[in-house]
């Protein structure tokens, strides 16, 4: 079922959608088709690129193409996963990560929160992902500010946000011009869903995914943004 695409028309600001499907998303420039595929893993394909973002070995590669960019936002092991990295390469694939990232995957080209660069002729930008408060003991947290990135991709005349692992952080709420989100939201490792829809109803994007949400109330969230009907949340079987 991942090689079908679906154009979704949708009657209200919440769509729920099967797992194993694709959306497409028309652009200015052709078609931009999105392909969850597990947890913090998803892909993008837009005018011949395919991009991987944060891909795992947990999630079902079966039949999805190999990469032309990939881009990792963490770390740990949900995000950083040397060996499915090494699956979905190719000849001439580039990976955009964090410095620390490159400790583990050498060959990847390193952007720290707020660098812009022109990879795989598109515009990456790294943002910042990281926690206020939770960490696994006091004096910790589970994302320190800098280590991470989150990341806006330019694909035509579409700006796509992917959060990473990230609390409600000024950079989020500061971001303009999104036309599709994917916003983390678990505990405790990231942020709840009332605190993940403050995020989206200060930034606005036209499209919401949340994504990375295992063990989330996702009604929570929807309820929470019901009142913006200008910003459509989009439910997938994530976890």
């Not at 991009?51 to 079966?62: A, L, Q």
């Not at 770390?75 to 979905?88: R, S």
């Not at 949340?210 to 969230?221: I, K």
């Amino acid at each position: 079922m991942k090689n079908i695409a679906l154009t979704i028309v949708l009657l209200s600001p919440v769509a729920n959608l099967q797992a194993g499907t694709t959306d497409s998303v028309q652009t200015a420039e052709g078609v931009l088709k999105i392909t969850p595929v597990t947890h913090g893993s998803l892909m993008l394909e837009y005018k011949g690129k395919v991009i991987h973002i944060d891909p795992w070995c947990r999630g079902d590669y079966t039949g999805l193409p190999k990469a032309d960019l990939i881009l990792i936002t963490d770390i740990h092991g949900d995000h950083l996963d040397p060996a499915q990295v090494k699956k979905l390469k190719k000849s001439g694939t580039q990976v955009v990560a964090p410095q620390a990232v490159a400790q583990t995957v050498t060959e990847v080209l390193v952007l720290q929160n707020g660098q812009k660069k022109v990879v795989a002729g598109l515009q990456i930008e790294a943002v910042a992902m990281y926690n206020h408060k939770r960490g696994p003991s006091p004096g910790k947290l589970y994302h320190d500010k800098g280590r991470g990135n989150g990341y806006v991709v330019t694909l035509g005349d579409k700006r796509v946000y992917i959060s990473g692992d990230t609390a409600c952080i000024s950079e989020m709420k500061a971001l303009t011009d999104i036309d599709i989100a994917f916003v983390t939201m678990n505990l405790p490792y990231t942020m709840p869903p009332e605190e993940a829809a403050e995020c989206v109803k200060a930034f606005k994007p036209r499209i919401v995914y949340p994504y990375h949400y295992r063990g989330s109330d996702l009604n929570v969230f929807t309820r929470a943004l019901e009142a913006h009907p200008d910003i459509e949340v989009r439910l997938r079987d994530w976890y």
